[in-house]
């Protein structure tokens, strides 16, 4: 089972920018469909962005497309999610997510994911 590692959180001006990394442990790696979800205060998890185990498909929510761009190093066993014109809605604690068995498009459906990390909060305020 791949362990996750969430960083790069923090708070953040309306229209900024800012890139979180999910460093994983093992050598499979890239036999996982990663993705990012997000929980606001009050509010129940959400999904954000999705990538096959390759890299070359991606999957947004419609609230990021445009403004959050996901990514994956298999090499150095990370993914990334650059994030910008960051808006006030975007506060939340972000997570990331590993699949071994599904595709990025059923992670990105899936309510409860086999492995998590242990979250980033991003506060985005004047």
């Known amino acids: 089972q791949v362990q996750l590692v969430e960083s790069g959180g923090g708070l953040v001006q309306p229209g900024g920018s800012l890139r979180l990394s999910c460093a994983a442990s093992g050598r499979t790696f890239s036999s996982y469909a990663m993705g990012w979800f997000r929980q606001a205060p009050g509010k129940e998890r959400e999904f954000v962005a999705a990538?096959?185990?390759?890299?070359?498909?991606?999957f947004y929510a419609d609230s990021v497309k445009g403004r959050f761009t996901i990514s994956r190093d298999n090499v150095k066993n990370t993914m990334y999610l650059q994030m910008n014109s960051l808006e006030p809605e975007d506060t939340a604690v972000y997570y990331c997510a590993a699949d071994a068995n599904g595709n990025y498009y059923t992670l990105a459906k899936s309510r409860n994911p086999a492995v998590w990390g242990q979250g980033t909060l991003v506060t985005v305020s004047p």
């Open positions: 990538v096959s185990r390759r890299g070359g498909s991606t």
